[in-house]
């Protein structure tokens, strides 16, 4: 994935929102790799912090990493979009495939006529919930998946 | 909760490994509060590590107290009826109710009769799958659900 300048800048953003108002993912070293309208994808090391008794990817900064995946994503394409609201995870469900030994992938790619289907009802009752599944893999083996209900509130 | 002494030993044992092994629950702070043969209660304090960007507990942190909770009651468990296994979350839904201001407080409270039927089943094959169902509240109000399938293999 090749990033824009102005990708860059938002990814780099939305990176800093992250370690400044949620400590735990600055605890967990993450990172974002790309950020675009449509498409984000996170990373984090499983050494140092992020391991578990196993000597793999701890479940609870997976779970972590794959959330974030989807708030990250909504809170940067309603700041594209110019509109003001809030933004939690309402629900998810995750399923462990397989243990992660060396980083935590996670990838999201939107599919733009599901959003503008969200965007309508968002701006029609100034609240909508949208489902993101993020995935976990490496080595194009599926580690992990997410299945995400954001709710969105427009706050002006 | 009161808790015999040797329960009390249970609880500390039980920090130490998750403090020991998975370097996330130490920097989220968390506590074992209470733990015996059929209930566990952990807690962590939202302030300052579990916080997120609206100044309430992080989705995360919530997420990992709970699946830590379902975790540790069958670790400590699998130790009190002397089986030697490995154990992991293979599943897990987290439902969201209610911000959590203060403290993140999850609890889990066995029924003695749907372990007999899993404890046979993991003795006859070898392995077998347990549903556990935390609940994270305070003050009597339910802030967040959590129903973990936790996966157990003997290993002797």
Same mark, same amino acid.
Request: overall charge negative; aromatic content about 8%; proline content about 3%.
């Given at each position: 994935?090749?990033?824009t300048?102005?990708?860059e800048?938002?990814?780099?953003?939305?990176q800093?929102?992250?370690?400044n108002?949620?400590?735990?993912?600055?605890?967990?070293?993450?990172?974002?790799?790309?950020?675009?309208?449509?498409?984000?994808c996170?990373?984090?090391?499983?050494?140092?912090?992020?391991i578990?008794?196993?000597?793999?990817a701890?479940?609870? =900064?997976? %779970?972590? !990493?794959?959330?974030?995946?989807?708030?990250? &994503?909504?809170?940067?394409? +309603?700041?594209?979009? $110019?509109l003001?609201?809030?933004?939690?995870?309402?629900?998810?469900?995750?399923?462990?495939?397989?243990?992660?030994?060396t980083?935590i992938r =996670?990838? %999201?790619? !939107?599919?733009?006529?599901?959003?503008?289907? &969200?965007?309508?009802?968002? +701006?029609?009752?100034g $609240?909508?919930r949208?489902?993101?599944?993020?995935?976990?893999?490496?080595?194009?083996?599926?580690?992990?998946?997410?299945?995400?209900?954001?709710?969105v509130?427009?706050?002006?």
């Amino acid at each position: 994935m090749t990033s824009t300048p102005a990708e860059e800048q938002q990814a780099e953003h939305l990176q800093q929102v992250f370690h400044n108002t949620i400590p735990l993912s600055k605890a967990m070293n993450l990172e974002v790799v790309h950020l675009s309208a449509n498409c984000i994808c996170l990373k984090a090391p499983v050494a140092n912090t992020n391991i578990n008794i196993h000597g793999t990817a701890f479940a609870g =900064s997976i %779970y972590s !990493l794959c959330a974030l995946t989807a708030w990250g &994503f909504m809170y940067n394409r +309603l700041l594209i979009d $110019k509109l003001s609201a809030d933004v939690v995870v309402a629900e998810a469900k995750i399923r462990y495939l397989r243990p992660i030994k060396t980083w935590i992938r =996670s990838e %999201y790619e !939107l599919d733009e006529q599901k959003y503008a289907e &969200f965007h309508q009802r968002l +701006l029609q009752d100034g $609240k909508a919930r949208f489902s993101i599944s993020v995935q976990a893999q490496e080595d194009q083996q599926l580690q992990a998946t997410l299945d995400a209900s954001v709710a969105v509130k427009l706050t002006d």
